[in-house]
């Protein structure tokens, strides 16, 4: 315990309340139960409240509370008027410092604002009784508006916020909010090549395996483009039958054909002043293939059975998973028609080759999928590396589905690797469920910790922040800084 401690019944045994009104910072005192114990004058004046109204309120009644958190200073700020004992959250918190030090049992800061907008320190520090149990918590309020050192951490970390606001704000102009989602090098280098080309109007083709995403990708390109606000339409040329294909991009003219009882407004018309993306290029019948080529070089299409060319102002993007130029080789492809598609092509990995991307694909997925069903599923440090390891034959598309019947079998919160395992025939490895081998001179306490450094580490190294550690592994935030200090983890590996 960080405090020292003190035994004693009553609040004014050692005249605790007059010598804090002798005091120009606010001070609350509060029992175990979060009521109001005792508040001095200063406090008063502060909070705008009398004494009588505020004894024995629960302390979150009592108080006006505005976002608090705990904050690491620079040390050549702290040296000023700090001490060392903070801890960093990375989003405010809206709860009294008074009990977070009664259920983590030590002394806690917070920054805080007071009820007249004013930059506050709050430090709350536990008081013991002779058999070490809290008794109270006293509560001491620093105002650091007129702070020197203060104002120019205030000023440091404005200048950082901007500039770190300037940042975001570029970054999502760039990616417009991007649906790709990804932190590899060949993500980002997707990223970059849709950028250069959403702009323009030029015939894009992407290749990649089933399920990579190559509709997100199209997707990514249309709405960057300055035909956003226009159409998109997709069409599976492997799923329409040859005999309906050309109808159905085309349309057709009322009698022209058997069953052809009225006209028809093929897709390449919907798609006016939008996009079409070709899906499954590579399955298009050959002999078809002419008049596809004729909308390229022409930009205009004639129905079925009709006499007149229609202009169209369509951007055409083309995806396929088999190698069209093996096929151009084996005369399955018009070699014009492949250059034509083939003006920008960008190539999707599949994810076996990019694991980076798992974790935040995992992530995605599984906020979707637990507003759908009303859970509040989890994945554990050792289930989530496990799917990192996996290879992941379906690609995104097998991801996407796992997790969604990760979410929905169970009503345990935590996705455990047995679960992994039942779900996905997975193969536990030693570095899936690793064996802890001690010596007999091993400690209890060295034990534990090293248990603990294993665990913590993975599940930083995971998911990248102490906020999203401490919501895995069930406890709190200030609880996971707290021993990642004590256990040596650098949070920046």
Not at 85 to 109: G, Q
Not at 243 to 256: M, R
Not at 394 to 405: P, S, T, Y
Request: with cysteine.
């Amino acid at each position: 315990m960080s405090s020292s401690k003190h035994g004693f019944t009553d609040i004014n045994t050692f005249g605790i309340e007059e010598l804090a009104n002798l005091v120009s910072m606010p001070i609350h005192i509060i029992t175990p139960d979060g009521k109001v114990k005792m508040v001095n004058d200063a406090w008063c004046q502060t909070y705008g409240k009398k004494r009588e109204d505020v004894l024995g309120l629960y302390i979150h009644d009592a108080i006006f509370l505005n976002n608090s958190f705990y904050v690491e200073l620079d040390d050549d700020i702290k040296s000023d008027f700090m001490d060392s004992e903070y801890e960093m959250l990375e989003k405010p918190i809206n709860r009294s410092a008074a009990l977070v030090a009664i259920e983590e049992n030590r002394r806690v800061s917070m920054i805080t604002l007071s009820p007249t907008g004013n930059q506050v320190l709050v430090t709350s520090t536990p008081v013991y009784d002779e058999k070490g149990e809290i008794k109270l918590v006293v509560t001491i309020i620093h105002d650091l508006t007129m702070s020197s050192s203060w104002n120019n951490y205030i000023e440091r970390l404005n200048e950082k916020t901007e500039a770190e606001a300037q940042e975001l704000a570029y970054l999502r102009a760039s990616l417009n909010d991007s649906s790709l989602l990804g932190n590899s090098r060949k993500i980002e280098e997707i990223r970059k090549l849709i950028s250069i080309v959403a702009p323009s109007d030029a015939t894009v083709l992407i290749r990649g395996d089933s399920g990579t995403g190559k509709e997100v990708v199209a997707k990514e390109i249309h709405f960057k483009s300055e035909r956003a606000n226009g159409p998109f339409i997709t069409v599976n040329c492997a799923a329409i039958p040859e005999n309906l294909l050309e109808s159905e991009l085309f349309g057709h003219e009322k009698g022209a054909f058997t069953g052809a009882v009225s006209p028809k407004v093929g897709l390449f018309e919907v798609a006016n002043h939008g996009t079409i993306l070709l899906d499954e290029i590579g399955e298009f019948p050959l002999a078809l293939q002419p008049k596809l080529l004729r909308v390229l070089q022409e930009r205009e299409i004639r129905k079925v059975g009709g006499t007149r060319n229609i202009p169209i102002d369509v951007r055409v993007i083309a995806a396929t998973n088999r190698d069209l130029g093996a096929m151009v080789k084996e005369g399955n492809f018009r070699t014009d028609l492949y250059y034509r598609l083939n003006v920008f092509p960008i190539n999707i990995p599949p994810l076996s080759e990019r694991k980076e991307d798992v974790a935040p694909l995992a992530t995605a997925f599984l906020e979707s999928f637990n507003k759908k069903y009303k859970k509040a599923k989890f994945f554990t440090p050792y289930a989530a590396a496990a799917m990192e390891r996996y290879e992941w034959p379906g690609n995104v598309r097998e991801l996407e589905n796992i997790v969604e019947r990760l979410v929905i079998v169970g009503n345990e919160p935590a996705i455990t690797i047995e679960q992994l395992k039942y779900i996905m025939d997975f193969a536990l490895t030693e570095e899936d469920n690793p064996a802890l081998e001690y010596s007999a001179n091993t400690s209890l306490k060295d034990a534990v910790n090293d248990f603990e450094r294993r665990i913590i580490k993975d599940a930083y190294g995971i998911y990248k922040s102490t906020y999203k550690v401490a919501e895995a592994l069930q406890t709190s935030q200030s609880t996971i800084v707290r021993k990642m200090r004590q256990l040596g983890i650098d949070i920046d590996e």
